[in-house]
């Protein structure tokens, strides 16, 4: 196989409602919680980053102007912490510089897969990576992240590739499932997609889980597509129609996977990641015991 073409563009959809986070998200995006100090968009940024993407499309809805804010200079904050003495390298590597980033407006929330074609010039004719902003993939202690893992997949296998993750049998009527083929090592070979099956009809307990690499040619098959499960434009249903033409794997990511957009998930991730910290850790371990009784 030749040498597959780079992956240097990441979709960020976040024009979500984030009902389920109501009413924190009345007023910011749900992208835009943090997990400790760093809101969740930016360690999605930060793991495309690590995978050697440059360009970075956001997929922006009414509400969502934080977000832009949040990657662009904050003059006025950085001049006077600077003549207050104050460190600037707490903000991190926040910025997106000129020409690296890229906002889109979808203007109604018609489903995942209409908001990644609201994309489609921007990416133009190369394939690209999607990144689902509250789907937090933690990378183990001393390992790579989730979309690192796949783009050193993808330069073995080319093609199309999804990130998965088993869950419990009773759980899979939530996302979308995938019908494994053959499997070697963390790769699956993918023969079919189905968006949120019902538990009996489900091809495997093996779920999509935030993470693609997509060939242009899905744009297409959105340009054409009707709406499917929960009347949405699901990505789901373009990349199922993909299989057969191109090659489909599944990485399992060895790390942890946390759903943000639930509550619970939010909370476990916000406790994971501050258990870990040098600065807080010993602390917050403390802070639980002592509240736990
Ligand atoms: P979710 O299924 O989490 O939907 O979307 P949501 O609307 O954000 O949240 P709830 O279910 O109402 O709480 C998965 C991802 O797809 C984006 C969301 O922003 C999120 O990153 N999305 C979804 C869009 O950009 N546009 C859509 O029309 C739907």
């Keep these: ?15 979500g409602l984030g009902t389920r986070f ?3 998200t009345k007023a910011i995006p749900k992208e835009m919680l943090p997990i400790v100090d760093r809101p969740l968009i930016q360690y999605a940024v930060d793991e495309a980053r690590e995978a050697g993407i440059e360009q970075m499309i956001f997929v922006t809805g009414r509400g969502k102007s934080a977000i832009e804010d949040h990657f662009d200079i904050a003059f ?27 906002y889109v407006r979808q203007q109604e929330p018609l489903g995942l897969g209409h908001a ?14 999607i990144f689902l902003p509250d789907e937090f993939m933690h990378a183990n202690p001393g390992g790579t992240g989730c979309m690192k893992q796949m ?4 330069t073995h296998v080319g093609g199309n590739l999804l990130s998965v993750l088993e869950v419990p049998r009773e759980q899979v009527s939530s996302y979308g499932v ?4 053959a499997e070697s090592g963390a790769l ?26 997509l060939q242009p040619q899905v744009m297409r098959v959105l340009e054409a597509q009707e709406k499917g499960a929960g009347g949405e434009i699901q990505l789901t249903d373009a990349m199922a129609r993909m299989i057969g033409q191109q090659p489909f794997h599944a990485v399992t990511f060895d790390g942890q996977r946390y759903d943000c957009g639930s509550k619970l998930g939010y909370v476990e ?16 371990r403390a802070m639980a015991q002592r509240l736990l009784g």
């Design 116 to 129: 990644i074609w609201c994309a489609r010039d921007i990416v133009g004719d190369e394939p690209f990576a």
């Design 1 to 15: 196989m030749s040498q597959p073409k780079p992956i240097r563009k990441a979709v960020f959809p976040v024009a």
């Design 22 to 24: 109501l009413p924190a």
């Design 178 to 181: 995938i019908d494994p083929g």
């Design 188 to 213: 699956t070979q993918v023969r079919g997609l189905v968006e949120k099956p019902p538990v009996d009809r489900a091809p495997s307990n093996k779920i999509i889980s935030g993470r693609y690499i």
């Design 269 to 284: 991730a916000t406790l994971a990641v501050a258990l870990e910290r040098d600065d807080m850790g010993a602390d917050v």
């Design 151 to 154: 783009v050193d997949a993808y």
């Design 76 to 102: 006025e904050l950085e001049k006077t912490m600077s003549e207050r003495g104050k460190d600037l390298s707490v903000l991190g590597p926040t910025r997106l510089g000129p020409g690296n980033c890229a």
